[in-house]
């Protein structure tokens, strides 16, 4: 069965690379559902995400494409994996916090599935004491996250804060759901003992 990844997308400069990272988890056999934050919805337009996921992209809580189901819980419930990337400080403060303000925050918060968070944001905000307290909390309570990189920001600083790779990010999303990219899609003939033409 395919495993299924819901991905977060918040929004920041690096909302663009969350393309990528459906792409290529597309590319493993995953199944991605992508709901996005109206900030997020300023950077990158769901089509692009609908494109890539073949599904379609959730942007409101309140829209009616569904009208006999609870969207946010059957989507944490329907998930292997809830992958946030990029996430801000805005979205990493809400969710330790316990704000569910948004269709991608009250999913996260009933999401029973593992969770990967993966910040971006100025290197300023990534160090400031409550980032650090809200991503601690976090890790307490079980998510995992991979580390921004370090170099040259948007903003034009250099420093940690950057998205991580999104190859980094895709790797070690396979390797929490055991999915072995390099034979994926492939066909293998096993034979035992000798053939004879």
Known sequence: MRKRVLLGVTGGIAAYKSAMITSALVSAGVDVVVIMTDSATKFVTPLTFETLSKNRVI??????????EVEHISLAKSSDLALIAPATANFIGKIANGIADD???TTYMACRAVKVICPAM????????????????????GAHFVEPDEGRLACGDEGKGRLAAPEIIVKYVLDLLEI??????????VTAGATIE
């Open 59 to 68: 942007t409101d809580m309140f829209s009616r494409d569904f009208p006999h």
């Open 103 to 105: 269709m991608l925050t």
């Open 122 to 141: 100025n290197t300023a905000m990534y160090n400031d004491a409550a980032t650090q307290a809200n991503m601690r909390k976090l890790i307490g309570q």
């Open 180 to 189: 072995k990219p390099d034979y994926v899609g492939k066909k293998v003939l």
